[in-house]
Structure formats: C-alpha cells, structure tokens
C-alpha cells in the first residue's frame, strides 16, 4: 500500500518536473524572441544595477555565560535521566561531600556518567585535574563551576579520596 503511494508521489513529481522544464523552455524561447527583437531595434536598454552594498557579516560574540549555560543546561538534561537510575548500584560507601557534589556525574562509586569514571585514578591525577579546571588552564564550564566555590581543602580531601576508589572496589567486589 505504502509502495503504491510513493510511486504515485514519484510519477506526479516526475510529470510535474517535465511539465516544469517545458514552461521553462517556452519562457527561455520567448526571452529570446525579445532579446532580437531589441538587438533588431538598437535600443539601449538600460541595466539594472544588481551590485547592493556588502552586507557586513557581524559575528555575534558567543559569551561565556551564554556558553557556560548551555553547557549546564545539557547536563541537568543527562542528569536527570542519570539520577533515576543512579542509588542502588552502589559497591562502597562514599564521603557525603563526594556523594553530594560529584556523584551524579561520575557515579556514586566514580564509575562515570556524565563525567569520566574516576576509579583508578590516583591522588595526584585528581588534584591536578582539578586544580587546572578551577585555574582554567583545562577548560570545562562545568567543572568550573563548580569546584570555583570549593576550597583547596576540599579538593585535597576529594582527590584523597577517589584515590581510593579502585582499592575499595576490588575489596567490595571480593
Ligand atoms: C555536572 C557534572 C559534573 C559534576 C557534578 C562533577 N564533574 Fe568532574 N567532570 C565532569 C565532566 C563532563 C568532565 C570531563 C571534562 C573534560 O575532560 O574536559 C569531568 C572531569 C573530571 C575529572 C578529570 C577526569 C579525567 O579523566 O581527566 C576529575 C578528576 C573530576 N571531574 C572530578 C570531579 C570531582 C572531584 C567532582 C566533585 C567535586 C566532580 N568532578 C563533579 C562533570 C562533572
């Protein structure tokens, strides 16, 4: 049923397109016969000017709060899907400021999400990492955001932390 009704779409634009090319051709013909017909007479025909003043491309400056909204509103998107599964696959327990702050990107064990899985990563890895985000040598809005209102004790204490993380895993899963 469906195949019969796209051939007969086909035909009609197929019998269209030609009846299409034909009226074309017919126009062409008679912009022809004009154009003799003002060769025959030698009028000038006055042209139109077609050149209009360049139109300046004005790029418009993507802000970084602009950016940095986007960014976040594709995130609270991810999440909100993340934190209905998220809760119950968790393998060991979890400091509460970790729990609270980076558990819904990277897992409630840091097995990753939205974020990178952070098991095995060491201490040094994580508190270099975050130090480069909150500096913004390493750029990521999100991040940012958030780790701009921790302090370095906090972050010390996360990166203590989830260098743990693949040591308690291997203990949980025995
Ligand atoms: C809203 C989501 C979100 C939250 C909350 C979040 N992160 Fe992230 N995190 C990300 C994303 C996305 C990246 C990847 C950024 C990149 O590599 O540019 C990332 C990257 C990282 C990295 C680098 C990982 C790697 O493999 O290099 C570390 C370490 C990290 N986060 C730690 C944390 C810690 C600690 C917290 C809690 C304070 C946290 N994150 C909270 C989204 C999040």
């Given amino acids: ?5 796209i051939a ?4 009609l634009l197929a019998i269209w397109a030609m009846v299409f090319m034909y009226q074309l051709d017919r126009e062409s013909e008679r912009f022809k016969q004009i154009r003799d017909i003002i060769e025959k007479t030698k009028m000038e025909v006055p042209q139109a000017k077609t050149s209009t003043p360049p139109i300046q491309q004005i790029e418009e400056p993507v802000s970084v709060e602009e950016q940095m909204k986007k960014e976040e509103d ?3 998107k991810k999440l909100k899907s993340l934190r ?14 970790y729990k609270q702050k980076c558990s819904s990107c990277h ?4 097995e990753g999400a939205v974020g990178p899985k952070l098991i ?11 130090m480069d985000f909150k ?19 906090d972050l010390k204490a996360l ?16």
Avoid: C, W
């Avoid at 049923?1 to 009704?5: A, E």
């Avoid at 209905?84 to 509460?96: H, I, L, N, Q, T």
């Fill in 1 to 5: 049923m469906i195949r019969h009704i």
């Fill in 8 to 11: 007969a779409i086909a035909t």
């Fill in 74 to 76: 594709e995130v609270a």
């Fill in 84 to 97: 209905e599964r998220a809760g119950s696959a968790m393998a060991f327990k979890v400091s509460p400021m």
């Fill in 107 to 110: 897992g409630v064990n840091g």
């Fill in 120 to 130: 095995g990563r060491d201490q040094a890895y994580v508190y270099q990492a975050l």
């Fill in 135 to 153: 500096s913004g040598k390493r750029k990521n809005y999100v991040m940012y955001g958030l780790l701009m209102k921790m302090s370095d004790e």
């Fill in 159 to 174: 990166s203590k932390e989830i260098g743990t993380f693949e040591e308690k895993m291997k203990a949980a899963a025995e």
